[in-house]
Nanobody, 121 residues
Framework: QVQLVESGGGLVQAGGSLRLSCAAS????????MGWYRQAPGKQRELVAI???????NYADSVKGRFTISRGNAKNTVYLQMNSLKPEDTAVYYC???????????????WGQGSLVTVSS
């Protein structure tokens, strides 16, 4: 049993900052990569940022220079620091863990419950 627990969502004014956290619980041997996706009403879920086990990062063009993804000292924890937030950043943000290896099975992907981020103008 592996779960991704998210926290840090909320309401913020345009130009403000917010930090999302995600922690994978359970007995885990390794996770290949962790990332954040978001889905706004009427839109498809899109990749926001990914960080691999080696520390490489990738960002959507829309958030480059404003968002920073990072891993904690415990590699099964990931953060998304969101600065200079814009109303168009409003969405439900989902944490994702890619290729989760556990004592009993390998999961291709595990998703968090979603965190609502609302940026007011």
């Amino acid at each position: 049993q592996v779960q991704l627990v998210e926290s840090g969502g909320g309401l913020v004014q345009a130009g403000g900052s917010l930090r999302l956290s995600c922690a994978a619980s359970g007995i885990i041997f390794s996770i290949n990569a962790m990332g954040w996706y978001r889905q706004a009403p009427g839109k498809q879920r899109e990749l926001v940022a990914i960080i691999t086990s080696s520390g490489s990062t990738n960002y959507a063009d829309s958030v480059k220079g404003r968002f920073t993804i990072s891993r904690g000292n415990a590699k099964n924890t990931v953060y998304l620091q969101m600065n200079s937030l814009k109303p168009e950043d409003t969405a439900v943000y989902y944490c994702n863990a890619d290729r989760v290896f556990t004592p009993t099975k390998t999961m291709p992907a595990v998703w968090g419950q979603g965190s609502l981020v609302t940026v007011s103008s």
